[in-house]
């Protein structure tokens, strides 16, 4: 007995090392960085949003062109499972920090459409990442403003902000973030805010972003990747927790199967 709880005690330890020592380096990677809001609407980051395939690299000559997993994210203080699917992103012409939006949010068997904006608030750069010198590593903080459909019922409106990643490589091509996507606490497109009642006005915390969930508390207890612990089981995470916890082969099989489908068709 005494040498499972010094064994607990020794795993308690060596994640929260972990954790530390990935949060240092991500704090770290923040460092150098220049104004780049002027620049950003130059470029369009509804590319990055929309993204069905990202390049992902842990090495500057190590590529791999993968599919992109679609938003993660929970509603409430249950943690209830949130899905969002953005269908069109485009950019404002007449202004360029804009993006118009429609979409699908779902909570459990309930679809319904959105619209409204994002707005590009701050963007920052970095040259010469210590890791991949030849290229450019910037985030873009934005205003998030989606209202659901006020002509169907259980819907409201989601405010908030998001964090974008994005990189420019040596061809001078703007793209997903995702050079560190072998890191521990891989990330982007996080969003932080709140979906409001239209009927009730009464506010819900609403978080979501790509492979991790801002504040998440105890849902995500994973450590190199997001994991929800299976008590949350019915709360919407059946399927995902069946591809990581699934006693059989079926049981991953089935959760892989349910996490595919395109639900916002």
Same mark, same amino acid.
């Given at each position: 007995?005494?040498?499972?709880?010094?064994?607990?005690?020794?795993?308690?330890?060596?994640?929260?090392?972990?954790?530390?020592?990935?949060?240092?380096?991500? +704090?770290?990677?923040?460092?150098?960085?220049?104004?780049?809001?002027?620049? +950003?609407?130059?470029?369009?980051?509804?590319?990055?949003?929309?993204?069905?395939?990202?390049?992902?690299?842990?090495?500057?000559?190590?590529? #791999?062109?993968?599919?992109?997993?679609?938003?993660?994210?929970?509603?409430?203080?249950?943690?209830?499972?949130?899905?969002?699917?953005?269908?069109?992103? +485009?950019?404002?012409?007449?202004?360029?920090?804009?993006?118009?939006?429609?979409?699908?949010?779902?909570?459990?068997?309930?679809?319904?459409?959105?619209?409204?904006?994002?707005?590009?608030?701050?963007?920052?750069?970095?040259?010469?990442?210590?890791?991949?010198?030849?290229?450019?590593?910037?985030?873009?903080?934005? #205003?998030?403003?989606?209202?659901?459909?006020?002509?169907?019922?259980?819907?409201?409106?989601?405010?908030? #902000?998001?964090?974008?990643?994005?990189?420019?490589?040596?061809?001078?091509?703007?793209?997903?973030?995702?050079?560190?996507?072998?890191?521990?606490?891989?990330?982007?497109?996080?969003?932080?805010?709140?979906?409001?009642?239209?009927?009730?006005?009464?506010?819900?915390?609403?978080?979501?972003?790509?492979?991790?969930?801002?504040?998440?508390?105890?849902?995500?207890?994973?450590?190199?990747?997001?994991?929800?612990?299976?008590?949350?089981?019915?709360?919407?995470?059946?399927?995902?927790?069946?591809?990581?916890?699934?006693?059989?082969?079926?049981?991953?099989?089935?959760?892989?199967?349910?996490?595919? #489908?395109?639900?916002?068709?």
């Amino acid at each position: 007995m005494e040498t499972c709880k010094m064994m607990n005690n020794f795993c308690k330890t060596l994640l929260t090392l972990i954790f530390s020592i990935n949060f240092s380096a991500q +704090i770290f990677a923040q460092g150098n960085r220049k104004d780049f809001y002027t620049e +950003i609407k130059n470029y369009d980051i509804s590319t990055i949003i929309t993204a069905d395939s990202i390049i992902v690299e842990d090495r500057e000559n190590t590529k #791999e062109k993968i599919v992109k997993a679609e938003p993660i994210g929970f509603i409430g203080h249950d943690y209830q499972r949130f899905y969002i699917h953005f269908i069109s992103v +485009i950019q404002n012409t007449n202004n360029p920090y804009e993006y118009f939006v429609y979409g699908k949010t779902k909570v459990k068997e309930t679809i319904r459409p959105f619209q409204g904006t994002i707005v590009v608030k701050k963007a920052n750069i970095k040259k010469d990442d210590d890791f991949f010198p030849n290229y450019q590593l910037g985030y873009a903080t934005c #205003e998030v403003n989606f209202y659901e459909d006020k002509k169907l019922t259980s819907t409201g409106f989601i405010k908030g #902000e998001m964090t974008i990643g994005y990189v420019i490589d040596p061809k001078n091509n703007f793209r997903y973030n995702a050079l560190y996507f072998y890191s521990d606490g891989f990330s982007n497109n996080q969003f932080k805010g709140t979906w409001t009642s239209y009927k009730t006005n009464n506010s819900k915390k609403c978080n979501f972003g790509d492979y991790r969930i801002p504040e998440s508390g105890n849902l995500d207890i994973g450590a190199g990747e997001f994991s929800p612990d299976p008590k949350y089981f019915d709360k919407g995470w059946k399927h995902y927790i069946l591809t990581q916890f699934g006693e059989t082969e079926i049981d991953v099989e089935i959760g892989r199967k349910k996490e595919k #489908e395109k639900w916002w068709r």
